[in-house]
């Protein structure tokens, strides 16, 4: 039914779609540094490969140790006391299939796990799931390839048919599309071993960004303790076993 919802709808669609480019107010990737280390007591370092696209890169927040990639690692570092180090190739724009040519450009060091943000792009390019669910497997193996990562969290679609910043039916019409490709690439993370998904429908309006479109310091927070888990879910069990030894030690 989308389609035809989309050809009814297709002049108002466009025209809002237009004026939402012209007046969107244009944020900057949040500052800093997209690299680091969190010292631990446990040995070797975890190393964490982030990827994705303006929420990745920070979009809504002034600061890299406000955003996903720090916060993710330094919750991981606390709760395992394992050293992490992380590494952070995001883009404002980027759709998934985008994103491998930026991941080849800056050829990331060597990885355990791989966290993935994409998805909103590819819904504003009007990718079909096919096509998204292929990208991002092609990404996720590449990654993989490149990196040894043999892990990957993946984060869902975020609920763009509460987003503020678009007026209706362009909100209803968008929300509908990220729900469609929200729900092939979490079959797709579920088919896929040694990965994880994020669901992001939890977010709410209120606690967006001044643009009405990027998640604020405290999404980005919630975000992050939700990666975070995710990758502890990922660890050996002896690591986690460790981790929880030592805890009981201190």
Known sequence: ML???KTILAPALLFQARQLRKTALRLPEAAGPRRGRFAGVNEPALRLLFVG???AAGVGVDWQHEALAYQTAEMVASASMRS???????KSG????????????HAPGPA???VAALGVNDVTAQHSAKRFVADYRALLEMVAQRTGARAAVVSGLPPLHVLPAAPQPLRWYLGQCAQRLNHALSDLVFQT?????VSLAWAQARDMAADKFHPG??????????VAAQILALMPTDSRAACASSARAR
């Open 217 to 226: 310091k405290l999404q980005y927070r919630a975000w992050a303790q939700l």
């Open 53 to 55: 696209d303006s929420s």
């Open 193 to 197: 071993s040694n990965t994880k998904f």
């Open 94 to 105: 980027v759709t998934t299939c985008e994103a491998l040519g930026l991941v080849t450009a």
């Open 3 to 5: 389609p035809v919802y």
């Open 112 to 114: 355990d796990v791989v």
């Open 84 to 90: 992490v180090e992380w590494e952070l190739i995001a």
